[in-house]
T-cell receptor, first 114, second 114 residues
Framework: NAGVTQTPKFQVLKTGQSMTLQCAQD?????MYWYRQDPGMGLRLIYY???????DKGEVPNGYNVSRLNKREFSLRLESAAPSQTSVYFC?????????????FGPGTRLTVL | AQSVTQLGSHVSVSEGALVLLRCNYS??????LFWYVQYPNQGLQLLLK??????LVKGINGFEAEFKKSETSFHLTKPSAHMSDAAEYFC????????????FGKGTKLTVNP
């Protein structure tokens, strides 16, 4: 099993450009999450999908959209990138939300917006 | 609502010394508590978790943590630090019966000196 995979690993954008970060998991997990990590801030939740067909905002959703394409895939879209979105983005998944099951994390996408 | 405070953004110990990383949480409902480790340029990996089965939780790589409800704490310890323990450590909390949204602390970077 590959676990949680993310593409791309690195990306440089100019202000105003758009892009989609891809995430897939092969563990048949129900819930998926997108976080951003900034120095000294820990990880902050952007959006999550508790189950296929549902998505909800997290702590910092402004400037982002998500799509739960199917049970495996959960994408994050930046419609008009801003320098404040320079960050490392992590996707995660968990099998049984609300039961204390751990989240499994992908390797991250390092995004720079110039 | 849940929140996590990690005391000390940087902790430095000598190889062989005790490691103590502090985590205090706030939760209006019984919590699930997690410690994750992040090695440079990698995703997060679960060290251990508390899900109410036992207050002293043992994890991987010789780490353990004790849940103290009266102190709202979940401090991480290891009796003898190894050079390979150098990493960033994150404490996180989620709520029972919720969507497994994790709220992370800001992280503690552990340095191990030879």
């Amino acid at each position: 099993n590959a676990g949680v995979t993310q593409t791309p690993k690195f990306q440089v954008l100019k202000t105003g450009q758009s892009m989609t970060l891809q995430c897939a998991q092969d563990m048949n997990h129900n819930s998926m999450y997108w976080y951003r990590q900034d120095p000294g801030m820990g990880l902050r939740l952007i959006y999550y999908s508790a189950s296929e067909g549902t998505t909800d905002k997290g702590e910092v959703p402004n400037g982002y959209n998500v799509s739960r394409l199917n049970k495996r895939e959960f994408s994050l879209r930046l419609e008009s990138a801003a320098p404040s979105q320079t960050s490392v983005y992590f996707c995660a998944s968990t099998p049984d939300p609300g039961t204390g099951s751990e989240q499994f994390f992908g390797p991250g996408t390092r995004l720079t917006v110039l | 609502a849940q929140s996590v405070t990690q005391l000390g953004s940087h902790v430095s110990v000598s190889e062989g010394a005790l490691v103590l990383l502090r985590c205090n949480y706030s939760s209006s409902v019984p919590p699930y508590l997690f410690w994750y480790v992040q090695y440079p340029n990698q995703g997060l990996q679960l060290l251990l978790k508390y899900t109410s089965a036992a207050t002293l939780v043992k994890g991987i790589n010789g780490f353990e943590a004790e849940f103290k409800k009266s102190e709202t704490s979940f401090h991480l310890t290891k009796p003898s630090a190894h050079m390979s323990d150098a990493a960033e450590y994150f404490c996180a909390v989620s709520a029972w019966g919720g969507s497994e949204k994790l709220v992370f602390g800001k992280g503690t970077k552990l340095t191990v000196n030879p």
